[in-house]
């Protein structure tokens, strides 16, 4: 019943608009850069304080990230980094990794996640093993974020995805841990509200930050998804690809976003995390303008359209 309550709130205009509004202001940003210069200009862009996600990259060392974490901590925002369980080579590295991030950045909060090597190049081979070692909160990282999969994993069976999400979410019961999911991004509202569902049928209470990408070209936006494996959704951005005038045509997040506004009330929903595909600028104005209520919604079709 509270759920229908819920859903009646924000079937008006205001309320839509409102909710929307709140899912953005309450998010997360994910985006990575070799040239640590460029942080430089990010100050000033969102608000004093946002998180800002910072992926572990092929073939970078630790160091990096390390500095990125410093350079956007002085930038005035709270830095999150990726902690890929498969890349730490022994437990002196992943010492030396988390006495950094504490001590040259402050960092509170990480998302852990096994990373895509194919082998552990150390003692841990999943998330699961390097947070059940307790390493992270010795080093003050008391909120954990994993990842989660909307649109199920390409290479992990599902059954195996939800023992090891168990596993999770006991370890962090026993030792304190605030643990937060963040999910792969998806072009397909309808099936993040399906996964969400699904999630709390099965009594999974964590918070979840929805993952969307932010506006970028088609071209782009196609890219990543076949890289990064995204299922069927993708399908509803290749349908639209028809010409190489189309592939350069920007793309936002309006419709899924709008969808998981509407019929994401009481699911859990701690706010989008949005993947900066076209640029930090670029997905940071987005993200203010919607925040701000820079919008307005398109009708009668089921998106909004962004100011500016």
């Not at 709140?22 to 990575?32: I, K």
């Not at 995204?230 to 920007?250: D, P, W």
Request: overall charge neutral; proline content about 5%.
């Amino acid at each position: 019943m509270a759920q229908t309550d819920e859903r009646a709130a924000v079937e008006t205009p205001a309320g839509l608009a409102g909710a929307i509004s709140t899912l953005v202001r309450a998010g997360s940003l994910e985006a990575s850069t070799r040239n640590l210069a460029d942080i430089e200009s990010y100050s000033g862009l969102l608000p004093p304080g946002s998180d800002v996600f910072t992926p572990w990259l092929p073939g970078e060392p630790y160091h990096h990230l390390v500095a990125m974490a410093r350079h956007l901590r002085q930038a005035g925002f709270n830095p999150v980094p990726h902690v890929s369980a498969r890349r730490l080579t022994n437990v002196a590295a992943a010492r030396d990794f988390f006495g950094r991030l504490q001590g040259e950045a402050g960092v509170e909060r990480v998302l852990a996640v096994a990373g895509d090597s194919k082998a552990a190049a150390g003692p841990y081979d999943s998330s699961l093993a390097l947070i059940e070692t307790g390493l992270l909160q010795e080093y003050g990282i008391r909120s954990v974020g994993i990842a989660g999969y909307p649109e199920g994993h390409r290479k992990i069976p599902e059954a195996v995805l939800h023992a090891s999400l168990a596993g999770k979410i006991d370890v962090a019961q026993r030792t304190g841990l605030d643990l937060f999911m963040v999910s792969q991004f998806c072009f397909d509202g309808e099936v993040i509200v399906d996964w969400l569902r699904s999630l709390r049928a099965r009594g999974v209470a964590i918070p979840v930050r929805v993952g969307v990408a932010g506006p970028a070209t088609i071209r782009a936006l196609l890219n990543y998804g076949i890289r990064c494996g995204i299922g069927n959704s993708l399908r509803a951005v290749g349908t639209q690809a028809i010409s190489l005038t189309r592939l350069v045509v920007q793309q936002g997040p309006e419709k899924i976003v709008r969808r998981v506004a509407l019929d994401g009330k009481g699911l859990g929903i701690a706010g989008l995390h949005c993947f900066a595909f076209g640029g930090f600028a670029q997905t940071a104005r987005w993200m203010e303008n919607v925040a701000s209520g820079r919008f307005s919604l398109d009708e009668p079709s089921d998106s909004f359209s962004v100011s500016g």
